[in-house]
C-alpha cells in the first residue's frame, strides 16, 4: 500500500516579489510578456486583455498596507486635543513650497498657543500661496487681539472676490456680535439667510441673534421661517415660543408650544416655557404640572426654580422650600433661590404659641414651690416648759 507523500517536505522555493500596479499599468508589451512568464500566466492574447490579466493576478496575491496617520493628520488632533506646541513642530515638519495648507495648520496652532503676531503671519504667507480662506484666519487672529475692525474688513474682502459665501458671513456676523454691534450683526445674517435658502439652520441663527438684541417680534417672525423651512427643527419650536412670551403674546406662545409638544412629548425645554406661559396667563395649576414634567426631564437650576417660584405663587409653601432647597444643592449662591427660601421662612416657623396662664385662671396645684404657700405647723410644748 503506497502512501502519499508529506507536503510540508517537498521545497517551495524562494519567495516572488509581485510588480506593483503602477509597474504593470505603464509596462510595455515586451515587459507584459515577462511578466507573464514569470509569474506562471498565459501571455497570449491583446495587449490590453494580458495587463488585465496580469492586474488581477497581482490585486489578488497583494496584501493592502495599513492606513498609517502623518504629520498632517495628527498635527489637527494635537491642537484640538490641547498639545499646540507639538502640533507646531509638527506643521514645520511638513511645509513646502508650493502647499498653503500646512501655513495654516501652523497658523491654527499658534492661536492655541496664544502667539497671535506668528499666526497671522502663517495665514498672510498661506494667503500669498493661493489659499483665499486664509484671510477668514487672520479675522480670527485680529478678533482675538481685540481688533475686531480689522477682522470685519477682511471678511469684506473675502466677499468681494465670493459674494453671498456662508462661512464669511457667519464669520462676520459673530465678530460684529462680539464688538457690540448687534443690529449689524442682525443684518449680515438676514442677507445670508435670504442667500442661502437651501440651509435651514440660518433662519434659527437670524431669530437668535434678533433674540439677543432685543427684538422679539422680528425674533418670532424668523424663528417661524425656520419651522417652515424644517418642521422638525425643535431649538426653532422652543425659541419661537420664549419670543412669543417676551413679546407679550402669551396665548400663542401656549399654542405653539402644545403643538411641538405633541410631536416631542418629552422635550424639557419646551415643557419650560409652556409652564412659564401658562403661569403668566394665570393658570397656576397646569403652569405646575407643565414646570414638574419638565424638572423630570432636565433637572436644571433655572427649571427647578421656575418651579419653585409657581409653587410659591400658588400658595403651596412647603413644596416651593423644598424646590428653593434643591436649587441651593445645586448652585449655592443663588439670589433668587435665598430669597424665596426667606420669603417662605416665617411662614414655615408660624404655629400654636404656648401663652402662660393668668392669675385668675392658674391652677393652684401648678403653682411653683416658691409660691406655694406652706400649711402651718402645730407649736407642740415640750414637757416642763
Keep these: 500500500m503506497c502512501r502519499m507523500r508529506d507536503l510540508r517536505s517537498l521545497p517551495r522555493g524562494d519567495a516572488m516579489s509581485l510588480p506593483s500596479l503602477a509597474e504593470v499599468e505603464h509596462a510595455d508589451w515586451p515587459s507584459l510578456q515577462r511578466m507573464c512568464g514569470t509569474l506562471g500566466l498565459n501571455p497570449k492574447g491583446r495587449s490590453a486583455v494580458v495587463r488585465m490579466r496580469v492586474l488581477d493576478h497581482v490585486r489578488r496575491r497583494t496584501r493592502p498596507e495599513g492606513w498609517r496617520a502623518g504629520p498632517a493628520q495628527l498635527a489637527p488632533l494635537l491642537t484640538r486635543l490641547g498639545f499646540p506646541d507639538l502640533a507646531a513642530r509638527l506643521w514645520e515638519s511638513t511645509i513646502q513650497l508650493d502647499a498653503p495648507a500646512p501655513w495654516v495648520g501652523l497658523g491654527e496652532a499658534d492661536l492655541a498657543r496664544g502667539r497671535l503676531t506668528e499666526a497671522s503671519k502663517a495665514f498672510g504667507r498661506a494667503a ?38 456662508v462661512r464669511a458671513l457667519a464669520t462676520k456676523a459673530g465678530f460684529l456680535a462680539r464688538a457690540g454691534f448687534v443690529d449689524e450683526s442682525t443684518r449680515v445674517l438676514r442677507a445670508a439667510t435670504e442667500a442661502h435658502s437651501e440651509i435651514p439652520s440660518l433662519a434659527r441663527t437670524w431669530g437668535i441673534a434678533l433674540l439677543k438684541a432685543g427684538h422679539p417680534e422680528d425674533a418670532a417672525a424668523a424663528f417661524q421661517e425656520a419651522i417652515q423651512r424644517d418642521a422638525r427643527d425643535a431649538a426653532a419650536w422652543v425659541n419661537r415660543g420664549a419670543a412669543l412670551l417676551l413679546a407679550g403674546r402669551t396665548r400663542e406662545a401656549i399654542a405653539v408650544l402644545r403643538e411641538f409638544l405633541e410631536l416631542d412629548p418629552r422635550r424639557g425645554e419646551a415643557l419650560n416655557n409652556l409652564g412659564v406661559a401658562y403661569a403668566l396667563a394665570g393658570r397656576a395649576r397646569p403652569g405646575i404640572a407643565a414646570l414638574e414634567r419638565a424638572a423630570t426631564q432636565l433637572e ?41 427660601q426667606k420669603r417662605l421662612a416665617p411662614e414655615q416657623g408660624k404655629g400654636p404659641v404656648a401663652k402662660e396662664p393668668s392669675p385668675e385662671t392658674r391652677d393652684p396645684a401648678s403653682a411653683s414651690p416658691k409660691t406655694r404657700r406652706a400649711p402651718a405647723r402645730k407649736s407642740r410644748k415640750r414637757p416642763g416648759e
Aim: proline content about 5%; glycine content about 10%.
Design 300 to 340: 436644571l437650576p433655572r427649571i427647578v426654580l421656575n418651579l419653585a417660584k409657581a409653587q410659591e405663587e400658588a400658595g403651596e409653601g412647603s413644596d416651593a422650600t423644598r424646590a428653593y432647597a434643591q436649587v441651593l444643592r445645586m448652585r449655592p449662591e443663588d439670589a433668587e433661590a435665598l430669597g424665596g
Design 128 to 165: 500669498q500661496m493661493g489659499d483665499p480662506a486664509a484671510d477668514l484666519h487672520r479675522a480670527e487672529a485680529l478678533a482675538l487681539n481685540g481688533d475686531f475692525e480689522g477682522a470685519a474688513r477682511l471678511c469684506d474682502a473675502y466677499l468681494a472676490s465670493r459674494p453671498g459665501d
